[in-house]
């Protein structure tokens, strides 16, 4: 049984010893000794090592700012150290990774060669076709939404964008706020005025890609067929349409197929099955 772990799960999975108060601390235990006898097989996606796996303010400090003042060429956030070893002790047990074909925002650890997820039930085509396929089916999550928040605070501060205008008469182009959307993220950031407190604009992006995050991993779960995606997430801060929640399952598994599990029933199902 071929299974993804989502972030939440392969994380106190292969070092449980920094998660202790970690929900179905027993049932993770159990994963991981399926994962070592060989009965599952398991897999994370790249998307786990890209945004998501850096702190909240440097998403926006670190990243988005050399993105939007063009510091070239730019230089890829260092994980923490502990973020680096989580990853090493999930690959350390046999786990294989999954691409995320998505251009800009890629992995910031350097995946060796051997530890990529084998092409077995698709070519790498159909594959790559798959991920988009699937990515495309949600256009309200995703890049599309961050980028969306800044061109709405690149007006909300008033910020020129006089130098863009003569690029919106060209045939599908987009508008000047929406080209400009990192510097709206960043005058939020420097200075609140459509949210409360810098505080406040940092939990909005952090649930905004936490979205992106969760439709990425489940992209990357589709494109290569895998059988559950296990997951402890329940997309509370995301509401009744994150991807996530339990309102979703239904059209997840009826239009493509996926099975999410929380680990206490992905741990039942593999013990039916042996």
């Known amino acids: 049984m071929k299974v993804t772990l989502d972030t939440n799960v392969f994380g106190p999975v292969a ?6 108060s970690a929900p179905q601390r027993e049932d993770l235990d159990k994963i991981r000794e399926l994962l070592q006898t060989c009965k599952i097989q398991g897999y994370i996606s790249e998307a786990s090592f890209a945004l998501e796996a850096l702190s909240h303010s440097d998403r ?29 002790n999930a690959l350390a047990l046999g786990i294989k990774v999954l691409h995320v074909p998505r251009i ?34 949600f256009p309200e999550i995703g890049s599309g939404a961050l980028k969306k928040l800044g061109a709405e605070l690149v007006a909300t501060h008033s910020l020129s964008t006089q130098h863009l205008s003569h690029l919106e008469t060209l045939p599908s182009w987009p508008k000047a706020e929406e080209m400009m959307w990192m510097q709206g993220l960043l005058a ?50 995301a509401g009744a349409n994150g991807i996530l929640h339990p309102n979703q399952r239904e059209r997840l598994q009826a239009d493509f197929q996926i099975f999410v599990m929380s680990p206490e029933e992905l741990v039942a199902k593999a013990e039916n099955e042996t």
């Open 104 to 137: 800009g925002v890629g992995s910031f650890y350097d995946v060796a060669h051997k530890e990529w997820a084998k092409d077995q039930n698709f070519p790498m085509a159909v594959r790559q076709n798959r991920y988009f396929t699937f990515a495309r089916s």
């Open 188 to 237: 939020e950031f420097d200075e609140p005025k459509k949210f409360p407190s810098q505080k406040k604009f940092i939990q909005e992006v952090r649930d905004v890609v936490a979205e992106w995050n969760d439709l990425d991993i489940l992209a990357s779960h589709y494109s290569y067929g895998n059988d559950v995606f296990c997951t402890l997430d329940s997309a509370k801060s």
């Open 15 to 20: 070092s449980p010893e920094l998660y202790l």
């Open 60 to 88: 926006i400090d670190s990243f988005i700012r050399a993105w939007a003042t063009e510091q070239y060429p730019i230089k890829l956030p260092e994980l923490p150290a502990q973020r680096i070893s989580v990853i090493n």
